[in-house]
């Protein structure tokens, strides 16, 4: 979470909501849903906009290469 949290720094937004969707058990699969809340200055008044995404990452098993070449 924390490298996420350093991107939304640089964007200019702030992580409102997060939370993990469950998967299969073995699918080597993680999935986060996130609400991002952002303000956008209009005229004199500001606005607050929120919006979920879905984000999803997956797990790739690798060798050594010292393993991989048996």
């Known amino acids: 979470m924390r ?3 350093c991107h939304f720094d ?5 992580l409102a909501a997060a939370e993990f969707v469950f998967t299969e058990p ?22 607050t906009l929120e919006q979920g995404h879905a984000v ?3 797990v790739h098993d690798r060798l050594y290469n010292a393993c991989a070449h048996r």
Do not use: P, Q
Request: glycine fraction near 12%; charged fraction near 25%; hydrophobic fraction near 50%.
């Open 26 to 47: 073995y699918s080597k699969r993680l999935m986060l849903r996130l609400r991002l809340r952002g303000e956008v200055l209009h005229g004199s008044s500001g606005v």
């Open 3 to 5: 490298l996420l949290l």
């Open 10 to 14: 640089r964007l200019g937004v702030v």
């Open 56 to 58: 999803e990452f997956a």
